[in-house]
């Protein structure tokens, strides 16, 4: 992501990995952050992107973070943070409703994402950080579990279009159970209805990437039903990302 190097998360840490030599195998390695919650490996960080602010996006589950960074201590729970590049600068931008895995950023870097249970689109509306200190809008030290202020469920649908009846689910049945993956299709190879409208919402579960349909409301959005990018009925089809590669295509 930066300084010629990539950011991984390897629970419990963030590290920032580097070739120096040409040889493809990381020769430096920082560590950026510890304290990523290993209690439960389906919760935890996912979704690193590289923001147009020049910072890291990343999602996390139930799973929480507990650390240190600079001179302030978090204890967050799902949501969505960033943090600059060196590590510096961390902050949980708003809470979620349910284990958090989708991220994505329209062009002009409006912030959406999904979640787990019946929560396959969101908009992250106003960052947690214009909150702090506001009376009555009480705000957790270092963050916390629960739905930001700024948070917005934008999803006005609830059915998941299978192919196949041999799926297993928890929680939410015939829904979106899982809601990995929340990319918009931000390139001009697919038709102009797609540009910056259309995000590929997973649902491993399901066997299927869905496509929510972005559309303006007010000052925020809501995402419409879409039906499929694509939908298997092999049990082995279970995506959990789908974003837009350099070709215009969607991997």
């Known amino acids: 992501f930066a300084n010629g190097g990539v950011i991984v998360t390897a629970m419990p840490n963030t590290l920032f990995l580097k070739d120096t030599n040409g040889d493809d195998k990381a020769d430096v390695t920082q560590i950026l952050h510890t304290g990523w919650g290993i209690g439960d490996t389906h919760a935890g960080p996912s979704s690193l992107m590289y923001g147009f602010d020049n910072y890291i996006w990343g999602t996390v589950g139930y799973s929480r973070f507990k650390g240190q960074v600079g001179d302030k201590t ?23 409703t349910n284990n958090t895995w989708g991220l994505g950023m329209s062009e002009t870097f409006d912030v959406f994402g999904s979640t787990a249970n019946n929560d396959p689109s969101f908009y992250v ?13 009480p705000m957790p030290p270092g963050g916390g579990r629960g739905v930001g202020a700024g948070y917005q469920s934008v999803a006005q649908f609830y059915n998941a279009h299978y192919v196949t009846p041999y799926i297993r689910q928890v929680d939410v049945f015939g829904g979106y159970t899982a809601g990995a993956g929340h990319q918009l299709y931000t390139a001009r190879a697919f038709p102009k209805p797609y540009w910056n409208r259309i995000a590929f919402i ?18 925020g959005f809501v995402t419409r039903d879409g039906w499929n ?10 995506p959990v990302q789908a ?9």
């Not at 990018?229 to 279970?238: D, N």
């Not at 974003?243 to 991997?251: E, I």
């Open 74 to 96: 978090f204890d967050l729970g799902q949501g969505v943070y960033r943090f600059k590049p060196d590590g510096s600068a961390f902050e949980q931008v708003t809470g979620s």
């Open 125 to 137: 509306a106003i960052p947690n950080r214009y909150f702090e200190g506001v009376e009555g809008l």
């Open 229 to 238: 990018l694509l939908a298997g009925a092999e049990e082995w089809v279970a």
């Open 243 to 251: 974003q837009v590669g350099p070709d215009g295509a969607v991997w």
């Open 202 to 219: 997973n649902e491993p579960t399901a066997h299927l990437v869905g496509q929510g349909i972005i559309e303006k409301r007010g000052a």
